[in-house]
């Protein structure tokens, strides 16, 4: 369940999640010429501009099951004029590609939504061939901190962290990368974490992620939260004023991302109907 929804507002923020975290997710991601890469979840093509930008020599095939962030993606990656990327509507559990069809596969912001991470990373190992990788890229809300420190703020972030383990995801898992790779089956898994730091001297930063990315992703659960009795409405208001004074000129907003990179082995012959090497 995508807990954060499919709103305008919602698109408008993943927009400026991309801008803002364009350099840290994908500075260092590129895939060669001829291969064919499959990005997971493609939502709104937020990521697949950046991703199809940086290996043009590459083919990307990008999918997602709302057919509305699909609209979105692909309105989205035509006004870019980029011409290497083929959009499905596909579920991540139904998918229509042979086995080892793919060289590489891109996962960002997915896994956290996923009740079982460990069997969504098996069975996109079996698209890929022999050799080849997996990256993946996902956020912690516990690595989240702030000036002015906040107890209430950090209350109101606690909200959408319950809320999304009540719908079977988990908003902490980029600390899990490393031993979520390793129990699905790759090999090699590098897991780096990649710090935002913000404060007066990005005021980029401070409108596209203090405001933008983290502080309306928590805004947006309000109702839901109040409906589920997690916190009064007083108290989850205080704590997004509080997220909202970080970005004011004298505060300071931190988050750490995690980016797992890790290959399928070579030497597997086969996988069982249940994803397990055999």
Known sequence: MYIHGYGERESERLLAQAASVVRLLHGDTRFPPGSRVLEVGCGTGAQTVSLARNSPGAQIVAF??????????????ATA?????????????????????????????V????????????????????????TVFEGDHGSAYFHPDSEIAHRA??????????????????????PLLVQAGYEAPCVTPRVVYVDAATPDLI???????????VEAVREEALAARIIDAAT??????????AAESDGVFCYTFFKGVAVKPTHLLREGSNGRDV
Not at 66 to 72: D, I, K, N, P, Q
Not at 208 to 217: A, D, E, G, I
């Open 111 to 134: 896994l956290e939504h996923l009740s079982h991470p460990i069997a969504a990373l098996r069975l996109v190992k079996q698209l890929l061939r022999p050799g080849g990788s997996v």
């Open 157 to 178: 972030i606690a909200c959408q962290v319950e809320l999304q383990r009540r719908a079977g995801g988990n908003a902490c898992i980029g600390r899990q990368l490393y």
């Open 207 to 217: 409108d596209s992620f203090t405001r933008k990315t983290f502080t309306w992703m």
């Open 81 to 109: 004029g980029l011409l290497n990327v083929e959009f499905l509507h596909a579920d991540l559990y139904a998918l229509p590609f042979e086995a080892e069809s793919f060289d590489h596969v891109f996962i960002c912001f």
């Open 236 to 245: 989850f208001d205080a704590g997004i004023r509080d997220l909202y004074r």
């Open 64 to 77: 997602d099951h709302a057919t509305a962030s699909l609209a979105r993606a692909i309105e989205r990656v």
